[in-house]
Each structure stands twice: as structure tokens, then as C-alpha cells.
């Protein structure tokens, strides 16, 4: 059985079954020919520390300059 926000992607001999993904719901698979991997369709999202960045043009001369701060939010699909 597969979940609402999760779809089953089937092998046959160990290639892809024409027709992509199935579900939600019941599906039938044959024994020994067939295989099926669960995919999660829910949006995961972590935090990531702030970063810090600095850089110089250069063609000019480097100047010191404060590094600037940078937040990151990673969002994984």
C-alpha cells in the first residue's frame, strides 16, 4: 500500500516498468520479476548555519572588506 504523498516506481528484471510510478494505493507486483521502490514525495527542508562570503573585483586593487553575512535555507525535493 502505498501513501497519499508517496508513489512506488516498479522494476521488471531490473529495468523501469513502462508507465512510470504507481499509486496511492494497492498494486500488484509479480514475484520474482518484479521489484518496487518506495519514493517520498514531501518537501524535506533544513537549516543550514549562515555562511560568510567576501570578494574582491580583480582588476582593481584588493581592498579589506567585512565579510558578509549569507543565510541559506536548503529545501530538498
Known sequence: VVQEYERAVIFRLGRLLHGGSRGPGIFF????IE???KVDLRTSVFDVPPQEASS????????????????????HF
Open 56 to 75: 574582491t573585483h580583480r582588476l582593481e586593487k584588493p581592498k579589506p572588506k567585512p565579510p558578509l553575512p549569507l543565510p541559506f535555507l536548503l529545501f
Open 35 to 37: 521489484s518496487y521502490s
Open 29 to 32: 507486483i509479480l514475484p520474482c
